[in-house]
């Protein structure tokens, strides 16, 4: 479950979570970002200070989970010696961090359990991004502890992927570009950046050919899934999370042999 802590309290939050494991023992796994900040605004959210803001967030659910008896105001919010009370064996919940930029990166590897990479980046972006979170956390505290870095990979797998491909195009041409401009550096020269942050919608769908959608998603016929999967673990991923696209129709059968394939790469 991914969270943004300007819309929750942790108390709340931890609870929520505490329920779900006990619902699900074992599966439940937390990820924690900053929220958009233009829809944070819209909420009566201030903005401001994002990275301390989730940086006490998810120090406040990790003592909270861990039993602690909590006292403090800070960014996340006030506390007054809050216990709360988990059923017998509950057990240590992984708290990761969404990360983009370098400081919400550096905060994963110093506290997190993790990282986990949003959609469309690029695949040198996740490969460079990777590398350093794990350099960062081998020089930190937390060195000896497990570390899973994930990323969102969309996917369109289907027989006709060509007809479809311009749904992709589209999606891209909708990221916020100061995003864009981190996530795709590597692969989009300063001029074409510079176009999508002040290009019409066509005008950045447009520098989304198929050469630089393949660098961004998974694009493929279904009997190519397996191998497309194991080009994005050899970037350093523990774990690639599919968000697939495409029409309806096909969805089905693009979801069961993504799951295969991913099948077949854990039994190797």
Known sequence: MGLAPGSRHPALTAMEIASL????????????????PELMRRIGVDPTR???????????????LGGETITEHSLAGRLENFTLNRSEGGRPIAIEVLAIRPK???????????????????????????AAARRARSSSALADTPFRATAVVFALVS??????????????????????????????????????????????????????IREMAIVCKPAEVEKALENWFALGLDEVCIFPVGPEEFLGRALSTIGRAGKSLRTR
């Open 21 to 36: 494991d006990e619902l699900a023992p074992g599966r439940v796994r937390v990820q924690v970002g900053t929220g958009e």
């Open 50 to 64: 994002p990275v301390a803001r989730v940086a006490d967030f998810a120090r406040a659910i990790r003592s909270i």
């Open 104 to 130: 919400m990166l550096t905060l994963a590897a110093q506290e997190g359990d993790g990282v986990c990479l949003t959609g469309g980046a690029s695949r040198a972006y996740i490969r460079s991004t990777i």
């Open 159 to 212: 027989d006709e992927w060509a007809e479809h491909v311009d749904s992709l195009a589209n999606l891209f041409a909708s990221f916020v570009p100061t995003i864009a401009s981190v996530i795709l550096r590597d692969l989009l020269s300063e001029v074409e950046l510079e176009q999508f942050e002040k290009g019409s919608p066509e005008e950045r769908a447009a520098l989304f050919t198929i050469d630089v």
